[in-house]
């Protein structure tokens, strides 16, 4: 059985897996159809899944795709990462407004972000290893980015103090005013 918490945005779910542990070490149900598509509200078809490794700090997002918006189930393999996902429905009355949760291969949690969200993660360990599957393929030609460190969403990353290591694309993200949304 899986645990599911809404967050401030109620689409965005963190889902918390029932862990067996003993001497051996642990196992745990990652993933289930039926039991996520009960906590999720809806059926759900997974078509990909993408697999990343980076280093610290390294800062990916903030991503979504324009048209065949995707859904992301995302959890954290090897590391620990500030996952954040940005509502970009105009018409939600979250519009704007991000969440963001730890996730971690010790925590083990995964996070449900629907359709019509961008979506972005830092990494705090040394390096982390990330898994996510996603509801629709990869279309790099709708594929848009916002940039990372956009006042008008002031989103809280955990730097400390540091820079984060960024790809040119994600450098050069648009800004939340001026970015392609959701009707």
């Not at 972000?113 to 996603?134: D, K, M, Q, R, W």
Request: aromatic share 12%; charged share 20%.
């Amino acid at each position: 059985m899986m645990k599911s918490t809404p967050l401030a945005i109620p689409e965005v779910l963190l889902l918390e897996p029932k862990v067996f542990s003993d001497a051996r070490g642990f196992f745990f149900e990652s993933y289930n159809q039926r039991e996520f598509e009960s906590i999720a509200g809806k059926r759900v078809n997974f078509v990909q899944s993408n697999h990343s490794r980076s280093g610290q700090y390294v800062l990916r997002g903030l991503h979504y795709q324009i048209k065949q918006a995707q859904g992301k189930l995302v959890r954290v393999l090897a590391g620990e990462v500030f996952d954040v996902a940005v509502d970009l429905r105009r018409s939600s009355p979250t519009f704007g407004q991000w969440v963001g949760e730890m996730l971690s291969a010790e925590n083990k949690k995964q996070l449900w972000i629907p359709p019509g969200f961008a979506h972005g993660f830092l990494v705090l360990s040394g390096c982390a290893e990330f898994l996510y599957n996603t509801t629709d393929y990869w279309a790099p030609e709708h594929e848009r980015c916002i940039v990372w460190n956009d006042a008008a969403l002031a989103i809280d990353w955990p730097l400390a103090g540091n820079s984060p290591v960024l790809s040119g694309k994600d450098a050069q993200g648009a800004l939340f005013n001026a970015a392609e949304v959701y009707d």
